[in-house]
């Protein structure tokens, strides 16, 4: 049977990519951001996903203004690194595992949730990102990838509790199927900022650091916090945080905090990082 | 029945919500165009003519030609679209940043360097004298 083992939360800056692409980790400004991801290589070798289901939003790439799906789950074999303006990032293809994908699509929709189911998908940095700092520069990813996007640009995202809901029922599609399969699920995006207009550069380290303390003590009265919270308290685009109850949703109520990283600032955005494990 | 809106009260904020969207939909359309190599060559070589082919407000037009990235926003324009059109100019998300807030590229640069903007002040329009 395939399991969900454990959740990564990471935040998905355009610029921590770009830094990694055009050799500046060892700058002064980039250091102690990707000083906090040593550990988590580490526990990835160690934890060695089959698969990654991953939680992110797509920075209208594959969808513009003309279609936005609530969530979209990543059916087709493979996902390409899109050009975002700047030329597609030099990472490798994103490989799925296309019959755990079909499972959990029409698992999730007879569980009502009505996922859109995506055949054809570029990739941004919403997804290579985390997947950069969590394994670094190799050949290969070394796990095959499911990718969800969630809308979260247009308001409303959905809800936290409709996230965290959506991780259980992700969980009972994975748990349903049969191959021996070692799951990791990311919620990505995130921390505090806001990138737009006169209150742009807002950094809220406290909330943040609460919000990582109540995803471990506290996920369902975590999940139930309203959307004008997160726009209020951490800038208008840290409504992203809403994806990371999916993860927490999709793992046990009680949980291991296994690592931790905070950093200030990466471009406008605080970087968040947590690592979940299920207790066997 | 109209729905309350109780983000409306954040200060130098605009949330991009279904009505915003609905007005900004041709000038986000446009934007969007330049994130691929064919939208950015075209836009290059006749910037009018390319303007043209979307069916956007007089003011959304004078708003991209000034690149007068508030004003954008203010007329339905979203950050991850428009972003797209400082990317063809050259400036990256920080940069502009730097531009909408008022405050230049270099105090901005710094003020995140130290932190960031507090919350401490910013969380209501009432808190700001000129909102």
Redesign the interface.
């Known amino acids: 049977m395939a399991r969900i083992t454990a959740g990564v939360g990471c935040s998905h800056v ?2 921590i990519g770009i830094a990694m692409d055009t050799g500046k980790t060892e700058e002064e400004y980039w250091k102690p951001v990707f000083a906090g991801f040593e550990k988590s290589r580490e526990w990835m070798a160690k934890a060695k996903p089959d698969v990654i289901f991953l939680v992110y939003n797509d ?3 594959a969808f ?3 279609i ?1 799906p609530t969530f979209a789950l990543g059916c087709a074999p493979e996902f390409q690194p899109a ?4 030329g597609p990032r030099p990472v490798p293809v994103v490989k799925n595992h296309p019959v755990l994908a079909s499972h959990i699509a029409q698992s999730l929709i007879l569980d009502e949730f009505d996922i859109t189911i995506m055949n054809e998908m570029e990739v941004d940095h919403g997804l290579t990102v985390p997947l950069s700092v969590m394994y670094g520069q190799p050949e290969e990813w070394p796990a095959l990838v499911i990718p969800l996007a969630v809308n979260v ?4 995202a959905p809800t936290g509790n409709r996230c965290y809901q959506l991780g259980k029922a992700i969980r009972r599609a994975v748990e349903s199927f049969d191959e021996d399969l070692n799951v990791v699920i990311f919620g990505t995006g995130g921390m ?1 900022h ?12 406290e ?1 943040d650091q609460a919000f990582l303390d109540r995803l471990t003590s506290d996920p369902v009265g975590l999940s139930q916090m ?3 919270e997160y ?3 951490a800038g ?2 840290g409504v992203e945080m809403v994806m990371w109850h999916v993860m927490r949703g999709a793992l046990d109520d009680d949980v291991t905090e296994v690592h931790r990283h905070y950093h ?2 990466a ?2 955005t ?1 970087v968040g990082h947590i690592i979940l494990e299920n207790k066997v | 029945m109209t729905m309350k809106k109780d983000y409306e009260d954040i200060p130098g904020t605009f949330v991009f919500d279904a009505d915003r969207a609905r007005v900004g939909y041709h000038l986000n359309q446009f934007c969007i165009s330049l994130g691929k190599a064919a939208g950015r060559d075209a836009f290059k070589a006749d910037p009018e003519g390319y303007l043209a082919r979307y069916p956007m407000s007089e003011e959304q037009k004078q708003a991209v030609r000034d690149r007068d990235w508030n004003r954008m926003l203010e007329l339905g324009g979203n950050i991850y679209y428009t972003s797209k059109l400082a990317a063809f100019d050259g400036i990256n998300f920080q940069n502009l940043a730097g531009l909408m807030t008022g405050m230049g590229v270099e105090p901005y640069r710094e003020m995140m360097l130290n932190g960031g903007r507090s919350i401490e002040g910013n969380r209501y329009k009432s808190e700001w004298e000129e909102e």
Do not use: F
Not at chain 1, 83 to 86: K, R, S, V, Y
């Open positions: 355009p610029a920075h209208c790439t513009d203004s003309s936005i050009d975002e303006g700047w640009v247009m308001y409303p505090s806001q990138l737009q207009y006169k209150r742009a550069g807002l950094i809220n380290p909330w309203p959307h004008v726009l209020r308290e208008s685009e200030v600032p471009s406008n605080a």
